[in-house]
């Protein structure tokens, strides 16, 4: 049964966003552990995206026995679609999101509100950190900030010393509501990687100030099918590298930044520009030979000053295939990465870890 917004007579503190699809296995741990959060005054917007297995029926099951769920119901669209139907459905000043194979420690709320500054006519963005662990429970990794507040006029300082775009996860931010509705900012749901640094980006084109907190309340699960290893069209990483050039361009005319203030955050773009380089040689894409090699006019052409001045790989095969393709030697290029993908050399795909939008924290 879906519970409209319009019900609601006050405004919470807080929404917090759940999209789900076929999160049977983990879902009922994600929505306990979210329902014991130290913060009152919260809801819990749990978006099926047209799940085939017994998410629905969970999520039914838990709004009958709390008041603070609210649950919608849609026909399979992505789960950056469900996060906007999340966006247009919530009514708390502010909104954080929350994927339903992860889980949250009781203070992962509390932590987020309570870092907000005091003077409410300013928005800003809190970010904390996360611990990234195997479905077993295994830790692999922590992600920890030192506790910092930025200022608009020290907004440059989040791209050029804080390399911001490291930390584009969707996890453990808070965004303020009313900012959000009124420059209609969404996810771009024909984007199937990084969606959620484009959503970041361009909330900060628009904000006031920028919270960084030591808390690491989030715990992020990492499986093998992740979206950012999974394959994508040509189409969807072309579209997520163009609008990563877009607001690239616009931060760097907001804040006054040069090409040099920049480099960290192009240094991320070229993750994207690698992403849609080399997706259509994954195994798995089946695209012809002609379509793969005017996808490579379409990239490069349009591109080339930015692939010379940025496009700096470490491996050999790409140091190579970086040559062919500042030169225009489009089919040469082809072979080279059809061979190497034959070969099962994945790495060249994934790139170096060291190129990661997430590293290691901020000093």
Not at 90 to 95: L, P
Not at 113 to 132: N, P, Q, R, T
Request: glycine residues 4%; aromatic residues 12%.
């Amino acid at each position: 049964m879906e519970r409209s917004a319009i019900d609601r007579i006050r405004r919470c503190k807080i929404s917090v966003i759940v999209p789900i699809y076929k999160a049977e296995k983990t879902l009922s741990k994600c929505i306990s552990i979210i329902l014991e959060q130290n913060l009152p005054d919260y809801e819990l917007l749990l978006i099926d995206d047209g799940s085939h297995d017994a998410s629905s029926s969970i999520c039914e099951d838990w709004a009958d026995r709390d008041e603070r769920i609210r649950v919608f119901h849609q026909q399979n669209a992505g789960v950056s679609a469900a996060r906007n139907k999340g966006l247009v459905e919530a009514t708390g000043e502010y909104v954080c999101f929350v994927d339903s194979d992860d889980w949250v420690k009781t203070d992962y709320l509390k932590d987020l509100y309570e870092a907000l500054l005091s003077d409410d006519s300013k928005s800003g963005l809190i970010v904390h950190g996360f611990v990234e662990c195997l479905p077993d429970g295994r830790v692999i990794s922590e992600i920890k900030l030192q506790d910092k507040i930025l200022k608009e006029k020290q907004f440059a300082d989040a791209f050029i010393q804080d390399d911001i775009c490291r930390l584009g996860y969707i996890c453990s931010k808070l965004y303020r509501k009313d900012l959000i509705d009124k420059h209609n900012i969404a996810f771009n749901t024909e984007v199937a990687c990084c969606e959620d640094l484009l959503f970041m980006l361009e909330y900060l084109l628009y904000c006031d100030y920028i919270v960084y907190g030591k808390s690491t309340h989030y715990i992020y699960v990492r499986y093998c099918t992740s979206l950012s290893v999974r394959v994508n069209s040509f189409e969807s990483e072309y579209v997520c590298f163009l609008q990563y050039i877009s607001l690239a361009e616009q931060i760097k005319h907001k804040y006054g930044l040069s090409s040099e203030d920049m480099e960290a955050v192009y240094r991320s773009l070229m993750v994207c520009f690698r992403r849609t380089l080399k997706t259509d040689y994954q195994p798995g894409n089946t695209v012809l030979r002609k379509e793969r090699l005017m996808h490579l006019r379409k990239l490069v052409d349009t591109r080339l000053e930015m692939i010379r001045f940025y496009y700096h790989p470490v491996y050999k095969i790409d140091l190579f295939g970086r040559y062919l393709l500042l030169h225009r030697m489009f089919y040469l290029y082809d072979l080279l990465m059809t061979t190497v993908f034959l070969l099962g050399i994945r790495s060249v795909f994934m790139g170096p870890k060291s190129s990661s939008m997430i590293s290691s924290p901020i000093p």
